[in-house]
Structures are given as C-alpha cells and as structure tokens.
C-alpha cells in the first residue's frame, strides 16, 4: 500500500499510535496543554509547498501572509489568542533571496497585523520553496475541541467569516480562468482575514465546538459534527445572503468545496451576536439543503 492509495483521513488514523494524547483530540486542528492553574497552551503547525499551494502569479510575499494566517486560525478557533510564530523554510539553491526576503515580510506582516511575536526559526535545502509555519497561543480557559459530546438537537451552526464561495472565486480570477478584480484575489485569496473577533465570542458565550474552515465548508461542518449523532440542516437562506456575488449556476461547488475560506464555524446552544446563524443540528445524520444531502468532501493532500 503506497500514499496514493488512501486519503489523509486514513493515515491520520494509521499514525494515532504514535502521537501522544492532548487535551484536544489527535485529529483537532490544534494541540493543547495544561501550563498551570488559570492557562493552557495552544501550538498547531501548517505546513506551505510551492507546487501545491502556490498559483503561478501569487506574490512570494502572499505565501508567507497567507500561510501564516492558516497557523494562526487554528489557534484562535480553539479559543485561544496567538502570541508568537515560528517558521522552519526550505529553499532551492537557485532561490532567489528578494524573493525569500519576501516570504518572511508577508509573515511579518501578518503577525504585526495581529500583534504576534516572529522570533524566526530554521533554514533547510529542499527541491522547491517549502514552509512550515508554527503557531503558539494561550488560553485561560479550557480550549474549544474540534467535537463535543454535548450537543443536542436544535443547537445552532454559526459562521464567522468572509462570503461563502469567495477564495474558490479568488483562485479562478488569479489563475485567468474567469476575469474579475484584482483587489477581490488580494482580499479573499492571498491575504486572507485571521477572525481574531470571535475570541470575543468565545469569551462570552458558551461555544461547544468551533472549527477553522480552510478545506471546504462541506468538510468542516461534516468534521464538527462527527461524533456527535447529529446532523445539520443548513439555512439556504443564510447561505446565500453569504455567498460572494457571480458564481453563476455551480455555485454549490465554490460554496461547499472550495476551501481555504479561514472562516469559523461553531455550535452554540443560545444565540449568538455578531456571528451569521446558518443551521441547526438534526437527527437524521448528514449535512443538508433544502432535503437535499451535501457530500461530505474537500481538500485532501492525498489526493
């Protein structure tokens, strides 16, 4: 059996036995531990390959904004608020240094903008520009998992987040298979929003779980009741009152599929201020519209 041959989901669970257990569960965005009585410690690490996530005409300064974004996310969608980042980079001989000069500018950029520390961190060789972005945060408060065990039928499925749909549309627009603005690719695609605000929220009301969305609506919401018996009853309504403007007839498949939105989805028994109510928990397992039963896909690495 060869890597090719299964999904990502199969070899985080063949790889279960050799991680140790965190606070949070193996396949949590994040990982936490107890540091003393009043904080925990939040670290995820994202990792940014050039042949895979970088289109051709995407700055070099983008790369590391962006990819430093997606390590933070995940942070703050456990409740917890980022404090510092560390990057290991890997670069070809032949790489040019105002280019990798850029790369760490966006990361800095992203963290100022956050007020996150960048204490730097390690060089390698590799074939192609390789980045693996390291995020720590603290929480005084017991970090947010990725499922609950707690939940009930009619509690409710927010969102915090840019349009539905779009990045998907960004990365169209970047790689010239639809025309449209530039500064919408700048916004949605290559400089991403960190939802910061919902370290508000999460103070504030009783969140049983929350996810970052970087792989796909569809997945994400599969991913946050898993486990739970439940499943949800999307709002089109909402949805599409959310859903960025000219994604014509396939708008489902930006919608649900198209990934690396950096949103936040949570479930919450009350109501919720601030955040977009876009479903509520059923019974009947799945993810639904309008009785109509979305896949439960998005991106895989290993696919």
Request: hydrophobic share 35%; glycine share 10%.
């Amino acid at each position: 059996m060869r890597i090719k041959d299964i999904s990502e989901k199969e070899w985080i669970e063949i790889a279960r036995k050799y991680v140790d257990k965190s606070i949070l569960s193996i396949d949590d965005d994040a990982f936490a531990m107890k540091v003393d009585s009043e904080a925990f410690l939040i670290s995820n690490v994202d990792g940014f390959v050039e042949s895979s996530d970088k289109p051709e005409k995407m700055p070099w300064h983008a790369c590391g904004y962006k990819a430093t974004i997606a390590a933070l996310s995940d942070i703050v969608a456990k409740g917890a608020h980022p404090k510092q980042v560390i990057v290991s980079i890997g670069l070809p001989p032949d790489f040019g240094v105002n280019e990798s000069m850029e790369i760490l500018q966006g990361i800095k950029e992203a963290c100022d903008t956050y007020s996150v520390k960048f204490y730097g961190g390690d060089l390698n060789r590799t074939k192609e520009m390789m980045l693996d972005v390291v995020a720590i945060g603290i929480s005084k408060s017991m970090p947010i998992p990725r499922h609950s065990e707690n939940c009930n039928e009619n509690d409710q499925i927010y969102w915090m987040g840019p349009p539905f749909g779009s990045s998907a549309k960004g990365y169209r627009i970047l790689t010239g298979q639809e025309e449209g603005e530039i500064d919408l690719v700048k916004r949605y695609f290559n400089y991403p929003k960190l939802q910061i605000d919902f370290l508000k929220i999460s103070g504030k009301y009783n969140i049983k779980s929350s996810m970052d969305c970087s792989d796909g609506l569809a997945l994400t919401l599969c991913s946050l009741v898993e486990g739970s018996g439940y499943g949800i009853e999307l709002d089109k309504k909402a949805i599409l009152g959310n859903t960025i403007h000219g994604l014509g007839s396939e708008w489902q498949e930006s919608v649900f599929f198209g990934g690396e939105e950096y949103g936040i989805l949570f479930i919450a028994e009350e109501e919720v201020k601030g955040a977009l109510l876009i479903g509520r928990l059923k019974k009947e397992r799945g993810i639904w519209l309008e009785n109509k039963e979305i896949e439960c896909r998005g991106w895989d690495h290993f696919a």
